[in-house]
């Protein structure tokens, strides 16, 4: 097997990797444990100066690493920026945060003392996906690494470049390659290492398919797992909300990283009071979307990743509109050598369409109407998904309410979905299980060890 850099804008073979020998497995396994070893009885104070010094690196290099996401996933050049500053915030949120949630708790009692102690658990195992390809690394390195573990890296085949970059960077800031290693392994590898009793843990971000396969072995081989598994958040707007507000945002959530989100808004369930209206604003500014080369700062929308996902995307349009969806603007892939597709809105869907049954990967938008707030909040939970949701009204009091009922990791209030180091971050049904970022980020790959003196 093979990792291919494809620029997508022009698919045009850009380099080509080998998957890493079996063979050697077995002595960078060691190399990395006999890290672990030591690194985990490092200071906090060095630890923290290693992600000091990650973030400044991240920031020095910013346009060059922008770049290479750009020019290998097809992401709008401002955005890959952005992506690059993200991680630098994450970088300074752990290596600020760290110390004091990880920090030995003891309390006195009658007969004695009871302690708590958060010890890492060995080398996490990470396999990611190449949406965002460096900051999902990074929200699950950093805080593996802060706990004191070591971190192996399995990047998306599709990203090899920014997996090397990666890897250079966390080098650069002091996690060394007895700590930090990334390899290029395929599908049958990946079964074979999460086997191997030198990896404690797995971090996976990917589709259901793949965290069934990871769940399984992780679970075979009893080692704790997070899995964020994608999709489908609705964007409820209440008739009460103000429409152009929620109708600007919500295109900018759909459309952010040309769709390509986990949590992007794929289901927006509007009031039918101000159903055509919303419509109205929302596919105008579609409409308006640049579409062009990821490099040119001016672009909004840019290609989508890979041909088959491109493939994958028209055919559930095409089939909804079998169906009898309603195609409001796009519907269409662009023609030319790139994996264009025109952003598109759907309206009349129905849940067993597969815009609104599946997960949808790309630029397409898709409208429900409804007349009552429990209807609004029996269509949003009606998903095998449960990552994120929004909710768009002036009753704040109401929306909270409705918040409380929705069954999912986040719910935004007034704003997009998005992640923060501040904030868990996770889902539940085939979203996944349990939880990046923020204290529980951090808590995901320790040992909560309780100490008992009499």
Known sequence: MKYKSVNPSNAELIASFSTKEKQSWKKELRHLEQGYLHYQNVSF?????????????????????????????????????????????LCDFYANESEAILREKSSKIKDGENIIMHNPLGIVLGIMPWNFPFWQVFRFACPALMAGNAVLLKHAPNVPQCAIEIEKLFHQSGFTDDIFQQWFLSESDVAS??????????????SEKAGEAVGALAGKHIKPAVMELGGSDPFIVLKDADVENAANWGVKS??????????????????????ERFIEVFVKKVESLKIGEPQDPKTEIGPLA????????????????????????????????????????????????????????????VFVKFKEEEEAFLIANDTAYGLGASIWTQDIDKAK???????????????????????????IKNSGYGRELSKEGLLAFVNLKTISVA
């Open 45 to 89: 104070k060095l630890r923290k100066s290693y992600m000091q010094k990650l973030k400044k690196n991240l920031l020095a290099q910013r346009d060059h690493l922008a770049k290479i996401i750009s020019i290998e996933m097809g992401k709008p050049i401002l955005e890959a920026r952005g992506e690059i500053e993200k991680c630098a915030w």
């Open 193 to 206: 290492i999460i086997k191997d009793k030198r990896i404690r843990a797995i971090s996976l971000t990917g």
């Open 254 to 275: 759909r459309m952010l990283n040309t769709g390509q989100s986990c949590i992007a808004a794929k289901r927006f369930i509007i009031h039918e009071s101000i159903y």
């Open 306 to 365: 890979r041909k088959d996902l491109l493939n994958t995307l028209d055919k559930q349009v095409q089939r909804s509109l079998v169906m009898g969806a309603k195609l409001l603007t796009g519907g269409k892939k662009l023609d030319g050598q790139g994996y264009y597709y025109t952003p598109t809105v759907l309206a009349n869907v129905k849940s067993e369409m597969p815009v609104m049954k599946e997960e949808v990967f790309g630029p397409v938008a």
């Open 401 to 427: 309410r409705i918040a409380a009922r929705m069954q999912c990791g986040s719910v935004f209030i007034n704003q997009m979905v998005k992640s923060d180091p501040r904030l868990p971050f996770g889902g």
